[in-house]
Structure formats: C-alpha cells, structure tokens
C-alpha cells in the first residue's frame, strides 16, 4: 500500500523527466506543477473544474489539473503544454487565429493534442464534447474548431 | 488549494482499504474512501467537508474490472471512469449517461462509484442501475456483500461506515435493453440537469426512473403503473406530472412549474419514441 | 468618479462579496486556515434588490453621506438622500410635438440582469513596498496608470514612488479597468512591513466581490408616422450600478449619448438615472452600457416594424442618420463622424439571406427566424486622455516601439508594429514592441479600453515615425549635402530621391554618424510622439448636448435560430455582423475580435446572468451554474466590413474591438419573438423564460 502520511519527498515525471518535489498530501497537481516545477502553462480559471485551462495530460489522457492531487499523480506520465515541443496543434492555433489573450490556449492545446493522439478520425460529435470540456471567453470557437480539423485532416503538421 | 492537512493511502486490496480505514478510526481520525475526488477536492477547498485521511481505492484490482462474469453478469468496478464505461460501449445506457455528466475531461476522472455516492442531487448513473436490477457489490471489514441496487441506494448510496462499493454487477439482458436517455438543462449542454430519465423497455413494459425532478434520484412504481397503463400520451403524463407535483425542485436551474412542463414533454416524447420499439 | 467605495468596507456591508477583512501568511494554506477562525457577526439590513425598488419612497438610502463623498469629475450630479447617485439627460427637439405628430406610439419596459466578464484569468496582484518607500505593484490590469494614480491618491504616496507592471493580461472586457485588489495588495503588503505579497481572486471572488457588468431597468416610448418615420423617442433608464457607483456615471453618459440607437429621431426625451441597490458593484464591460441600450432601442425598432407592417430591414434603413442630422448630444453627422449605416444594413441582408424571409417553416414544430439590429458606439473617453510613445533603435537599425497600452487580447502590439511599420515603409519583423507595461519606463497611455487604442496609440506612433523620419532626414542631408526635403525614407534607408543609388542605412545613422575618418555626428535617435484626445467636452447638464468621442463606429447585426415551438428550446444557425471599420488593418484579427464579440453577445443574450435570493445574494459564484458560451454551441459566423474612412485616424482605422457584441442580444430576442409570437423584452432567453411569457408560466 502506498502511503504518504504528511509533507515528504516525491517523484513525479512530468515531460518525460523525473523531478523530485516536497509535497503535503493534501496538495494539488495544478499548483505542485506552477509553484514547485515552475510549469506555469496550466493555468487556474476556476478552480473547480469548470473552465480546463489547468488540463494536463495523464497517460495520455486530459485531466483538469485542479482537481487531482499531485499524490494521485505518483508514477504516472504527466504532459503540460511545456512538453508539447512543435505539435502540430501548436502550429494550427497560429495559423488559425485561435487565441487571442492566450489564457486558455495551453489547456485546450492539451486537449487537441490528447483527441488527435487517441482518435485520429473522430466524428464531429466527438470534437463537440472532447472541446466542450474547456471555456474560452475571446474567440468565438471556430477558430479553435478550425485548428483541430487542420491537424486531424492531416493539413497541418 | 485545500486548506487542510490530510494523510494519503492507496491500498492494493480490499482488505487493505477496510483495515487502514479501520485503524484510522481507532486512531480517533476521520478517513474517507477516494476514487476520482473532483467532488471531494472541489468541496474541501471551500471548506464543505473535511477529513484526516484519504483512501484511494483506484489500485485496487477489483475496483477496476470491466468484464463479464461466468452467469453472463457484466462487472463493471467502482473505480472505471465514466469516460471508460462509455468507450467500453458494454451496456449502453449507463454509457450513454456518463457520457452526459459534467464533461468529457471531467469523465476521464470522475469514476462509476464516485458519481453514486456524490452528494450532489444528481447522481445520474444510477438510474440505468435502478432500472436494470443491478447489484451493488460492498466491501466491509468482514468481507464482501452484494446488494439489489434499489435497496442500498434509497435517494442517495446508503453505505455503512467503513465500507465502499466495489463493483456492479447487472444482467447481460438488461444491459442490452431497448433504452432511452433524455437530459434537459436550463440551457447549457454541460450543466445539471432540469431533469434526466434514463430508462429501459422489458417484456414490452417501460422503466422511467428520473434525476433533477425531485431533490434525489429514483424509480416510482406508481409512475411506470401510469407510464405503461392505457389513455393518451398526454393523459398519462398529465397523471405522473400530479403523482410528483408536490416534490418537484424549485432552484435557479428552473422552477418547479417550469419543471412538470418539461416532465410532461419528456414523458410524451418517451412514449412516442418507444412505442415501436 | 465618486469616491464612495473604501478598499474594505467601514461600518456597513452594501454587497454579498464586499471584501470586509485582510489576513495575511506566509502561504495560502495558513491564510486559509486564518480566514476560518474569523467569526463574523452582521446586523441584517433591509436590502435594496433592484433599481426600481432602490427609488421607492421609504427605500433605505444606502448611502446616507453622499454630501461628503468626493466627485473627481465635474460633470456628476448626485441626488442627496436617495439612491440616486447620478443623472444625465438628453433633451433635443420637443417630444410633446414629436408624439403629437405620430400616428403610431408604442411603450415597452425591458429588464436586464447583472453579468459578469469572466476573464479567463482571475484577477491577480503582487504587491511590496520596498526600503526606500518605493511602491511596486504588478497586476492583471487594463489601467496600469490609473492603478498609480489611484494608490498615490489613496495612501497619499507621490507618483515617482510607485511602479505599476502589467505583463500579459489573461482577457479584460473591461473588468480589468477598475482598481480593487491593487488596494487591498498595497495594505496587505505595508501592515507586513512591505513584503511582497500576492493576492489572487478565486473564480468565486472574482464573480462576487469584483465589479461586475450593469443591470438595466429601461421604459421607452416611440412614436413615429404611418410611413415609419421616427417621430419622437423618450427612455428612462435605471441603472443597477450596484452598491458604488465605480463608473456608472460615464455608463449612463454613454447611454444618453447614443439612446436613440443610430436613427435620426428629431425629439429626444432621455432621463439616466445611475442607481445604487445591494448588489455587486458595477464597471466597465465590452461594449460600454451599449449591448443593452441597444436592446431597448433594436426591439422597439422591431415592434414598430411589425406594429406599421414594414420590414424591420427598411425601417431601420429609412431612419437611419444621414450627414447633415444631428446625433442625441447635438454632434452634426458627417460621413467621417458617423461612418455608412444604410451601406451596412445592405450589405447585412446580402450576407444573411434577409430576402429569403425571416420566417421559415422547416417541419416538426420548427421554425427558422432571422432577427436583426443595428449599432453605434463612440468611445466616451476623456477629452484629457493621452497616450505616448517612444522610438528607440537598435545598432543594426530595427525599432523598439515603447507605449504604454496593455495586451488582453485584441493584438494591439501588433496593430501599433503595422502602422509604424507602414509609415517607415520597413519590415514589421524588424520591430519589436514592449509586450509588458511599466509605468516607469513606458509613456502613459490612458487606459487600454473603449476601442481607442488604434485610434489613440496609432496616432502617438505616427507622431512618432514623423519624428524619426525628420531626424534621420536631417542627418543624412549633412552626410550627403543635399536639403533634407529631397530625401525618403523606406526599407531602412535614407535615399536621394532623383537618385536612389545615394543612400544611406538607418544603422549607420540611428546611433549617430561616423565619417571615414572617424569624427562622429549626430547621436542616437530617439523618437517620440504624444497624442492627447482634444476635441471633446462635457456634457451640457441640462440638455446634454456636447461632443463625448471623436467618431462612431456603426454596424448591422443579425442572428438566425431554429426555434422548436413545443418546448420553447432554440438552437443558433447564423450570426451576422457588417462593421463600417474605416479601415480594416489587420482582417484576421479584425474578423476573430467581431466574432468573439457575438459569441459573447449571444452568452447574454442566451444564459448569462445573476440571480439573487431575497437578500441581494448572488447566486451564480461558480462557473457550474453561471454559465457561458461553450465550444460546438456557437452558429456559423459571417462577418463583413463597409469601410468609410474617418479622416483624423491612423490610415482611416475605427475602433471594433467592442462592437461586435453590442446588437447580438438584441438581434436574438427579435428572432426569438418573432418565432415565439412573443415580446421577449427581457434577457437571458432562456426556453424557460420564453416558455414564461408565452404562458404565463403555468404548466
């Protein structure tokens, strides 16, 4: 049994590293993230879930940031947009104009990244609620929409 | 960022979870079971429920099945996300429910038993449970016991202290029933619901349970009497809108009267959309 | 404005989410635990919990020492003893005559909640007094200069003590405009001795204790003739401007100002009355008080054209301004001013399929409407307002552009790169503009708000490039003996003009020239150029009349819904906006800014807003219940520009950073009623609300 009974010294492998960081068991992956590793690109919105702009992946999949402890986060792979280095999501939302303050961008790069990996062809459906895990409050959503279809169409790499 | 101290466990077994449990107790602390936490993370950090320990049940093996066993039963753990029990496509309704909790990201760590024993009203993948007979399989200091899912969740999962759901177990024919799903919000897609119904149909009788109607989910007999019973569609949910008329919620989502409206569509468009079926 | 709000409340508590006490730790974890050992004991008030009961004769009087408050600005009026913090009028023409003269007059009355800006990120401060009194604030904020201003004034600390950062803002919509945490982060750091301490608001503060957007309660009555044309208008508006008045007083100036919605109506009667209640404070939000007057002026546009049977198109097209009109405030209409509304509503009805019909069948108990409205806005800044800039360049003779405008979101770096760029006739890439703002290093710019910053930054920068050009003119004409009025500049040189093979390059003259046989001339080139607003004026008290912006932007909006009859739900096909922009600088960010103007736009018109419960308690603190707009929801966006130069602006460019959303909630509710058959003149439409007033809301 795994167990971590008050503030202790942990690995987390975040971006394919090993990082060693002094944790409460009480701590959120979000803020070990921003405070400890000084990965700001996840960014708190709200809190609570509500908004992903704190979505990292974890094995791949997204996960908002805010609500898992950084103790759940023990000996899986996490991914933040740092880690992301020229994806091809990366290159679209340029293109595309699809942020415009950037405070929601890495957050849902992170979730393009994770639906382009895991379905390379998805319906329309999909991309919906895939995309409607995150809020973005400057575009108006197709220019977001545009760039995941750009890199699922394979016409942008 | 939760404004308190909590010690951290991630047992391997059952026994693990229970003893630990047990043992924190004795210690005069106050444990509680953790499987995907949105809930219990996002209610700590504003002071709603405080706790000294907490046990992640997510390692534990039978926490994580998605099978079926040798009577042809489909296990599904408490631990599978709701976005697992969607992909998994194994019994459809629940699948289709979870996939219209929260959102997807959410999905990916909200769990089946999470979203059972959540203190939040909705609780919505109960209702393919309650209407498919499932059975609640809970994990206690002395050992594993099943339930009728109808008993151990009366309005909410009435769990003795100490024990946590382990698994589902529900009938491969239910699972695959004809079924219906509908969700109606005030107006959002991701939001609570006004009211969801998540029902089957069974030697051609309709099972209509709902969640957000009233201030907990259920299944009512006396509704599925009327449901199933004779007279025009608009009759019979004129009669289960009067059964409930007096429970019905009333809260910034929508007001009750608003509410039996949207009860009374839904039932009629129940009715018409299983009637062939 | 009025100075009428302390950084912590004193005595009384006017708001859920007043901030009411500091603590202060070594880390959030302790302030946390701290804050919950404070026990807190209120006395209830009776609470004031809408305009319209804030005028109620035996309404408590929230605040009861207005006569002591300080008025920064000349032009407000308070009404001692009530809740009347200010009131602005229009009175142009005779409306008694203008309604005597109508055939048709209609009333309506419209409600419209409080809202919220939900910037991605939260508001944010950083604060430390250093050991020589030097104040240092770092901020998620619109107003950088306005945050030193209003610390040196609070705490009495000379402005040459205060440095005020802002680096990248995460989205502002106005919220960032007002000055709030930047005070409580001063306090917090001076009672620990000046350490640098960090707030941060929580989703839930920033939604309940920050300003939010105003409510609305307006009565309007139109009249015009047979023919359509508008007679006379006269509105009262209420504004809910919450528990202090922050800038409600220019919100209700700006809603004067443009009340008639962008038609010439010759008799105008208009009373704004800013109003006090027990709800969150209200400030600026895109838009500025526009998107809902805009709603009251476009639906009763919609309801004459139905009352008169015309096409809501042509009424609109038949009544509005034309050179030679005059606006609310008196302001004659040119076509540099006002910019081509007919053009707009023209090429609106091409790009939304208007003539098809606004209604259409589709089966099932649906229908397909259209609904449409107009827009202007002109910026309402102060006539003192400045914006600076400064020019330095490097040694390989690339510029670093120096202004003092904050980056949210609309690309305005960028925008300020262009115009120089265009005007030095040189590569955009080989100039760099400071992305964060310093109040001490960078030249004030006003405030980054009210779509100005093209207008105003843009204009600073061609002083600026004038500037350059004449001191790298006058260098190279003594290297090269020749008057300096037969040199151009372009592509990072200096040429002669008969003869272009006679040139110098910017980077051996910007930092000085050096003959061959090393003498040197000249020194570094330093730029600069300052822009201050000039022309405009106060409003005439009684009448209103005045100059509030230098000129308008205007435009046409429509949206498209699919509305099923059975259950009052709709669906969003089509969202349409035509802009008179001038001139378009830059088109992708000038299409992305106008559409994320009307997702918004269809957010308040479709989900956002506050509830309260009967004691003035919000109710929607998270983003799980207040909801916005989300990614597969949204119509299919068309937008388009006419472009009608406004002769004073940097390359004819008007602002359209705010425009997009201010006719889309208006735009909505004429589909709406007219698929529902119904007067939705209240928002958010929800199925619920429209299933209400089609019913009575009885089920």
Redesign the interface.
């Known amino acids: 049994?795994?167990?971590?009974?008050?503030r202790s010294l942990i690995k987390l492998n975040v971006n394919q590293e090993e990082y060693e960081v002094f944790i409460?068991?009480?701590?959120?992956l979000l803020?070990t993230l921003r405070e400890q590793l000084g990965l700001t690109g996840a960014?708190?919105?709200?809190?609570?879930?509500?908004?992903?702009?704190c979505?990292v992946l974890v094995d791949g999949?997204?996960?908002?940031s805010?609500?898992?402890?950084t103790?759940?986060a023990i000996g899986k792979q996490i991914t933040t947009v740092e880690g992301l280095k020229d994806a091809p999501i990366q290159k679209a939302f340029i293109e595309q104009?699809a942020f415009?303050?950037?405070?929601?961008t890495s957050g849902f790069l992170m979730?393009c990244h994770a639906l382009a990996n895991r379905h390379p062809n998805p319906p329309d459906i999909v991309?919906?609620?895939?995309?409607?895990?995150?809020?973005?409050?400057?575009?108006?959503?197709?220019?977001?929409?545009n760039a995941i279809r750009k890199v699922l169409s394979g016409t942008c790499k | 960022m939760i404004p308190f101290d909590f010690e951290y466990y991630r047992p391997d077994t059952m026994q693990e979870a229970t003893d630990i449990f047990r043992q924190l107790e004795s210690e005069g602390k106050t444990p509680v079971y953790y499987s995907g936490g949105t809930e219990l993370i996002s209610m700590a950090r504003v002071g709603n429920v405080i706790f000294d320990a907490a046990i992640d049940i997510k390692n534990i093996p039978e926490c994580r099945v998605l099978e079926y066993d040798q009577d042809n039963n489909l296990v599904l753990g408490s631990a599978l996300t709701l976005s697992e029990i969607t992909e998994s496509n194994q019994f459809p309704l629940l699948g289709k429910t979870a996939g219209r909790i929260a959102d997807h990201t959410m999905q990916c760590k909200i769990t089946l038993g999470g979203n059972l024993a959540s203190t939040i009203i909705y609780r919505e993948t109960v209702l393919p449970l309650l209407t498919a007979e499932s059975r609640a399989v809970v994990a206690s200091h002395d050992g594993l016991r099943e339930y009728p899912i109808n008993e151990i969740f009366n309005q909410r999962l009435n769990l003795e202290k100490g024990s946590f759901l382990v698994k589902i177990v529900t009938n491969r024919g239910f699972a695959e029933s004809p079924y219906f799903h509908i969700k109606k919000t005030k107006n959002e897609k991701i939001d609570y619901p006004l009211l969801t119904t998540a029902g089957i149909k069974v030697g051609g009788m309709l099972r209509i349970p709902f969640s957000g109607l009233c201030s907990y989910p259920f299944r009512s007999m006396q509704i599925e009497n009327i449901l199933n019973d004779t007279g025009s569609f608009e009759e019979r949910a004129d009669k289960i809108a009067d059964t409930v008329s007096e429970n019905i919620l009333n809260d910034t989502s929508g007001s009750s009267e608003y509410r039996k409206f949207v009860l009374k569509n839904t039932i009629i468009n129940v009715l018409e959309t299983m009637k062939d079926v | 404005m009025i100075e009428d709000r302390p950084p912590l409340a004193r005595k009384k508590v006017r708001y859920y989410g007043e901030p009411i006490a500091l603590v202060v730790a070594d880390s959030d974890f302790t302030a946390a635990k701290a804050v919950s050992l404070i026990q807190v004991e209120y006395k209830p008030l009776p609470v004031v919990n809408s305009p319209s009961q804030a005028l109620e004769k035996d309404a408590p009087v929230l605040h009861e020492q207005m006569i002591l408050y300080h008025l920064t600005s000349e032009d407000i009026y308070p009404e001692l003893n009530t809740n009347i913090c200010d009131r602005k009028k229009i009175r142009k023409g005779d409306v008694k005559q203008g309604f005597a003269a109508s055939d048709i007059i209609l009333d309506s009355t419209f409600t419209l909640p409080q809202s919220d800006h939900i910037a991605m990120e939260t508001r944010a401060v950083h604060a430390r007094i250093d050991a020589d009194g030097t104040v240092f604030i770092k901020t998620s904020s619109q107003t950088p200069f306005s945050v030193r201003e209003s610390i040196s004034q609070t705490f009495n600390i000379n402005l040459d003590k205060i440095i005020v950062e802002v680096p990248f803002v995460g989205g502002g919509f106005g919220g960032k405009a007002p000055v709030q945490l930047e005070l409580l982060a001063y306090m917090a750091s001076k009672a620990v001795g000046g350490k640098e301490v960090k707030m941060i608001n929580s989703r839930e503060q920033d939604i309940a204790s920050s300003p939010c957007r105003m409510g609305l309660e307006a009565t309007v009555k139109l009249g015009a003739a047979k023919n359509g044309m508008i007679q006379a208008v006269q509105i009262t508006y209420l504004l809910d401007t919450g528990a202090y008045s922050d800038v409600g007083p220019r919100l209700i100036k700006a809603m004067i100002v443009d009340c008639t919605g962008p038609y010439n109506i010759p008799n105008v009667w208009c009373d704004a009355l800013c109003v006090y209640t027990n709800h969150p404070y209200v400030t600026s939000f895109r838009g500025f008080s526009h998107a809902s007057s805009a709603f009251c002026i476009e639906r009763m546009m919609d309801k004459l054209a139905h009352a008169l049977q015309m096409d809501p198109a042509e009424i609109r097209a038949k009544n509005a301004l034309q050179p030679g009109n005059t606006s609310p405030t008196q302001v004659k209409i040119t076509p540099s001013i006002f910019g081509n509304l007919t053009a707009c509503i023209d090429k609106l009805k091409a790009l939304i399929n208007w003539d098809e019909g606004t209604m259409i069948e589709v089966g099932n108990g649906k229908v397909r409407a259209k609904g449409m409205a107009c827009l202007w806005k002109t910026s309402n800044s102060p006539p003192n307002a400045v914006s600076g800039v400064l020019l330095t360049f490097n040694t390989d003779g690339s510029i670093n552009l120096n202004c003092g405008c904050v980056e949210c979101g609309p690309g305005m770096k960028t925008t300020a790169a262009q115009i120089l760029s265009e005007k030095l006739k040189m590569d955009i890439n080989r100039i760099s503009v400071n992305m964060e703002v310093n109040t001490k290093y960078n030249p004030e710019h006003w405030k980054t708000v009210a779509s100005m910053t093209t207008y105003m930054v843009g204009r600073a920068v061609l002083r600026a490039a004038e500037d350059v050009i004449q001191q790298l003119k006058n260098l190279a004409a003594a290297v090269l003996k020749c008057p300096p009025e037969d040199l151009e500049v372009a592509n990072e040189q200096v040429s002669v003009r008969q003869d272009p093979s006679l040139f110098l390059q910017f980077k051996d003259l910007v930092h000085g020239y050096q003959y061959p046989n090393g003498n040197s001339v000249g020194g570094q080139i330093l730029g600069r150029g300052s822009f201050i607003m000039g022309d405009l004026n106060l409003l005439d008290q009684e009448t209103g009349a005045g100059k509030s912006g230098p000129y308008w932007t205007v435009g046409a909006q429509a949206v498209e819904i699919e509305y099923d009859r059975k259950d009052y739900t709709y669906r969003f096909v089509k969202a349409a906006t035509v802009l008179d922009a001038g001139k378009v600088l830059n088109p992708k960010m000038a299409e992305g800014l106008v559409k994320g103007g009307m997702c918004m736009g269809l957010g308040l018109g479709s989900r956002e807003s506050f509830s309260y419960d009967k004691d003035g308690k919000v109710l929607d603190t998270s983003l799980r219940t207040y909801k916005v707009m989300h990614f597969g929801e949204t119509p299919q966006y068309l937008v388009e520009f006419v472009e009608t130069p406004e002769i004073d602006a940097p390359y004819q460019a008007r602002g359209i950073a705010e425009h997009g959303i201010i006719g889309i909630p208006a735009a909505l509710a004429n589909a709406l009623s007219l698929a529902a058959q119904a007067e939705l003149d209240e928002l958010p439409l929800t199925p619920e609300t429209i299933w209400r007033i089609k019913t009575g809301g009885c089920s």
């Not at chain 1, 999949?61 to 908002?64: D, I, S």
């Open positions: 049994m795994f167990a971590l009974s008050k409460r068991p009480s701590d959120i803020f960014k708190p919105g709200c809190y609570n879930g509500d908004c992903g702009a979505t999949l997204p996960v908002k805010c609500l898992m402890l103790a759940e104009f415009q303050c950037g405070y929601c979730v991309i919906d609620e895939w995309l409607q895990s995150n809020i973005c409050r400057c575009t108006s959503y197709e220019e977001i929409g």
